[in-house]
């Protein structure tokens, strides 16, 4: 039997922090085995914000090297850079054709993000939506594990599969495969160390709302002694009025591999003079295997562009097959 397939990805905006690892990329590794998985390096999604070009390309190296390093296996996966397979670009302004405005400008993310930008809100940015789904559809992906921040950019995805085929195909014969979200109840919400009401994000101003993955372990223990915290007395989780407690006992937990109950019985008489040295400990222990291996990795160039030179055929061969399926559908000329 075929295996199911799996696509995801994460933007090259600098480095990645433990939302992304505990929301995203442990989730592939665990479950790789049992899917064709297809990960990319979504570097055209990095420019719908402004951008550095001189840190793009090494931003781009450093998230390819980190899929390694957390445990993705070439056995199992392939990894490749999306500026790097043209029909992204090609698949995604088909889509846009198709894609009422009105779906994209209700986007929160778009919303959240336009704020911050101002008047230099770009077309890019409320077509973000967009060349996701032709991400996920030119893979014909069953599965996309992502954090709870992407569930309503996979419904649109979802909402355009219906739309599209609805209009140029038939119920027997559907040309885009409809894709499900994949997004673990655990993980899928990690929240800043400074703030337990804000997600933790790349793209939050303070470097002390997150801890990166190539984070060292003195800059560690310094993030988390600084976390904010509260007065109150003895750890617990789901404490609406506690959002940072229920966070960093949330953190140990998934980190420790520990369950709930396990948790509460080991915490909650400590305060947090106690509590901090225990996560700052299974952070550092957590992180240290995947950075020994990301260095490693980076130390061999040729190794790392041969990886994203094969990912990028293989990528190639099966988006291209899709992109012709679709401009078919659309009634183009043969290429
Ligand atoms: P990006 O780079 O912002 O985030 C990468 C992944 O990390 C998850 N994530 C989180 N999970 C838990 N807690 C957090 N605080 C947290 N912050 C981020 C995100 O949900 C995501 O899974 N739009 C995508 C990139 C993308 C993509 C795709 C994903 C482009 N095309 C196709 C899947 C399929 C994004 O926001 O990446």
């Known amino acids: 039997m075929n295996k199911k397939r799996v696509l995801s990805g994460v933007q090259p905006t600098g480095n990645l922090h433990l939302g992304n690892y505990l929301g995203a990329i442990r989730n592939w590794v665990e479950s790789q085995e049992e899917y064709d998985n297809f990960f990319c390096v979504v570097d055209l999604h990095a ?3 402004p951008h550095d070009p001189t840190t793009l390309a090494e931003d781009t190296y450093t998230i390819a090297a980190l899929y390694l390093a957390c445990g993705i296996s070439l056995e199992y ?12 670009c090609e698949l995604a302004w088909l889509l846009n054709c198709i894609t009422p405005l009105n779906w ?20 890019g940015l409320l077509d973000y939506p967009v060349l996701m789904a032709a991400d996920i559809l030119l893979y014909e992906a069953d599965l996309v594990p992502v954090g709870e921040d992407q569930k309503q950019h996979l419904e649109l ?6 739309r599209f085929n609805d209009k140029f195909a038939t119920p027997e014969a559907p040309v885009l495969k409809m894709p499900n979200p994949l997004i673990r109840e655990e993980g899928a919400r990690i929240m800043s160390i400074t703030d337990g009401t804000k997600k933790m994000s790349k793209s939050d101003p303070s470097d002390w709302s997150r801890i990166n993955l190539l984070d060292s372990p003195e800059l560690i223990e310094k993030k988390i002694k600084k976390a904010k915290t509260d007065p109150i007395k003895g750890l617990w989780f789901d ?6 407690c229920d966070n960093l006992l949330t953190l140990y ?17 400590m305060g947090w003079g106690q509590f901090k040295p225990l996560l700052i400990e299974t952070i550092i222990e957590t992180l240290r295997p995947i950075q020994s291996k990301y260095y490693s990795i980076r130390a061999e160039q040729t190794y790392l562009d041969n990886i994203l030179k094969q990912g990028a055929t ?21 290429s």
Request: hydrophobic residues 35%; glycine residues 2%.
């Open 239 to 244: 404490d609406p009025e506690r959002p940072e």
């Open 157 to 162: 995805t979802r909402d355009l599969v219906v």
């Open 314 to 334: 293989k990528a190639s061969t099966v988006a291209n097959q899709t992109l012709t399926k679709v401009k078919n559908a659309l009634g183009y000329l043969p």
């Open 253 to 269: 937990r998934i980190l420790s591999q520990k369950s709930k109950t396990e948790v509460i019985n080991e915490c909650q008489d």
């Open 77 to 88: 996966s392939t990894i490749f850079v999306q500026s790097q397979i043209s029909a992204h």
């Open 104 to 123: 994209l400008e209700r986007m929160i993310q778009f919303k959240e993000k336009a704020i911050k930008q101002g008047e230099n809100v770009s077309v």
């Open 47 to 49: 420019i719908t914000v």
